[in-house]
C-alpha cells in the first residue's frame, strides 16, 4: 500500500497506540478525582501538555486539550469574536471548512466579514488583510498552512504590521491561526508568530483521532464554547480524553524528533521528485499538466497537481486499484461532488482535477516511484475513455 | 401466565381490493408483511380476526410497532390503542390520556400559536354485548370525560379527532386519532420486478412506487470500478436497506460494468455512449431478472428529465430488452420526485457525493433522437453476448434487511 493522503489522515505510530492502550489500560481514572488514580491520570495529562507545550516553545499553561482541530479553531474563533466587543472579522479565503463556516455562521449571528481574496500563486498577501482591519474588528484568522496547496500564508508578517501599526481601535484585533497542516511538519512557534491562539490536531502528526490542543497566549480573551466541569482552565468543560491527550503528547514529541533528524528536508525532496516525474509521466497525454500553484513558499508535505480536461473521481479510484491512496478535487460541482471553494478562489478552471498526494516522514523513495508508475498507468487507461466531444 | 401485552394497533385497508375476486390473497399477503415489519419486537404478533388486522405488542414497543407498520403497503391508515379492562372508569381514564397524547403530536400551525383544540367525537362500539352500557350511551359518557378534562369541543359531523372505543371480551381498546400509512396494494400481489437501481435521488422513488402497486422488488446496481468507488457502492445499498424499511426490496445485485463501458466507450460513436449503455444495461437486466424470477424491469427513467431522456431513446433503450420496463416517474417533475424521496427516507444518502457509472464517461452532447438501428450497427462492432455473460458471472447478490 501506497499511502500518500497525508494531508487528510496520518498512520498513528507505533509508540502512539502503545502509549494510548496503556493509558486506557493503567489510568482510566477522572483525572479530577480526589483519589490516587485520579492523579495518576491528572499525571500523564499533565506530562502530555508539556510535551505538546514543548513542541510549541510554549509554557504548559497555555495548551487547551480540545475533541480535535475543527474544535479547537472553533474555540480560537467563536471563542475570541464572542469576547471581543467588535463585531468585525478578517479571514482569509483559503481557510479550512472549520474556519471558513465558523466565520460564516458568526456572519449569520451579525457579524461583518472580510474575505481575503487569494492570489492564483494560493496565497494571500499581508498587505490585502491588514488593508481589512478596521477599528472593530474582533478576529483576524489566517492558516499557518494551506491544506490543498500547501502554501505558507504570512502570518507573521501580517502579526508585524498589526503590531507595528497604530492601534486602529481600543484593543489590537485577536490573530487566530489554524496550524493544523503545519504543526509537526514545521517548527511552529506561536509567540514568535504573534499569534494569539493557534490550533492544531493529533491525526495529522501520526496521533489518535478525536483530539486536538489550542495554544492561547497568556491574557488572551477567550469565551468557552460550552459550560460545565471548567476542566482545561474552564475554557473546554469535558473530562480530557486523557489517552487521547497523551497520544497527542506522544506523536507531538516524535515529530519534533522527527524534525531534529531532517524529516522535513527529505520529505521535501522526495515530494519535488514525486511532482517532477508525476509531471513528465503525464505530461504526453494530458496537455497542459502542471503544478496547481507556484512561485509561493510552501510545506514540506504537499503535492498539488492540476490536471486539465480530466475527471478527478475516476482518476483517485484508478489510483486506488494500483493500491495507491491520495486525493482529488475540482473547482466545478460535479455531477454529484461540491466545488472545492480553495480551488475556485484561486482561479482553477472548471474542467480541470486536482490531484493532491501529501506525504509524511513514513513515505518513502519507493512510495514515490510506485505513485509515479501508478499516476501513468492510470492516465493511460482512463484518458482514451474521456476524450470526448 | 404471560403478561398481557398493554396496546394494540388496529390497521385499515382500502375497500378498494376488498372487493375483487383476490380478497383473500390479499388480505393474506399483507398479513404476512406486517408480521415481516414487527418481527423482532418481543412478544409482537399479529391477529387477522373476520376481516381485520390487529398487531398486539407491549405497551414500550408500541410507537416503534406503529412506524414500521406504518410502512407497510396496502395499509390506509391505523391507531395506537391501549387495552384496558373493560370498565367504564378505565376506559374514560385512558380515553383522556390518549386525547393529551394526541394533543402533543397535533401538528401546530407555527411556533407560538396557541394551544391546538381540536374538536373531536368518540365512536364506541361493544363487540361484547355483556356490556352494561349500550354503546352510544358509552360514546357520549366518555365524550363528557374527555371535555371536563380538555375543554375540548365535541363536533359529531365534521370532527378533527376521533376518539374509539372498542370493548371485546378481552378487553377495551381505547385510542385517539389515526395515522396515516401508505396505501397501495401488498407487496408481492403483482409479483416481482427488477429495480435499476442507481445512487441517484429517482431510482429509489422509482422502486418505492413500484412496490407501492404490489411489486416485490430485487435491484440490480452496475458498478464501474476502479473508477467508481467503493462509497459508491455502499451509498446504493444505504439506499436498499431504506427500501427494504418499506418491505419493498430483497436484495441487490452487484453487477461489474466497466469493461462494457470500455468497449462502448471505445466503439467511437460518443454522441450514442448514454443510449448503448443504457441498452446494455437492460441485458443484463434481463438475465439477472430471470434469475431471479423477476418479470418487469422498474427504471426512474423520465420523460426529458435531461436531455437524453426522449421518446426516440426510451424506444432505442427499450428494444434491447425483452422485459416489460415500468417507469414509475416518467411525467413526475423534479420537484415531484424529490418531495417523495424526502418522504421515502432515501433524499440525504442519495445527495451524498459520489459518483455513479451513469455520471462517467458521458458526452457533452448526448444524442436525443438514437435509433436502435444506429445503436445496433456500433453494437456489431462489440462482443455483446460475451459482455452480457461476464458481466452476469462477476454478479454479486448482497441480500439486505431494514
Redesign the interface.
Known sequence: MVYLDNAASTRPAPEVLAATRAVEEAFFANPASAHGLGAAAARALEAARAEVASALGAETAEIVFTGGGTEANALGLLGAARAARGRHLVVSGLEHPAVARTAERLAAEGYELSVIAPTPAGVVRAADVVAAIRPDTAVVALMLVNNELGTLQPVAEVAQELAAAPARGPRRPHLHVDAVQAFGLLRVRPRALGADTLALSAHKVHGPKGVGALWVRAGARLEPLWDGGKQERGLRSGTENVPGCVGLGRAAALAVAAQDAGAPAQIERERDRLERECLAAVSALIPGARLTVTGAPRAPHIASLALPGF?A??L???L??RDVYASAGSACA?????PSAVLKAIGVDDRTAVLRFSLARTTTPDDVDAAVDALRAAVLE?S???R?? | MESPPQSVLLCRYGELFLKSGNRKRFESMLVNNVQAAIAGLPGARVENPHGRILVRVADADAEEAAARVGRVFGLVSLSVARVVAAEETAIGDAAVAATHAALERWPRARTGAPVPSPSFRVDANRADKSFPVPSMELGSRVGARVVAATGLRVDLHAADLHIGVEVTSRGAFVYAGTRAAPGGLPVGVSGRGLLLLS?GIDSPVAGWLAAKRGLALDAIYFHS?????EKSKDKVLTLGRILARWGALRSVTVVPFTDA??QL??ARA??L?VVLYRRMMMRIADEIADGLGAGALVTGENLGQVASQTVENLTAIEAASRHVILRPLVTYDKVETTDLARRIGTFETS??????CC???????PATKARAQDAEKVEADVDVDGLVAAAVAGAERIAVTS
Open positions: 475527471p473521481e475516476p483517485l479510484h484508478a486506488e486499484a460535479s455531477r454529484t461532488r461540491g482512463i482514451p475513455l474521456v470526448i466531444s | 445512487g470500478p476502479p473508477f467508481i468507488g463501458q470500455k466507450r471505445d460518443a454522441e455512449a445527495i451524498l457525493p459520489f459518483d455513479d455520471s462517467l464517461f458521458v458526452p457533452r452532447h
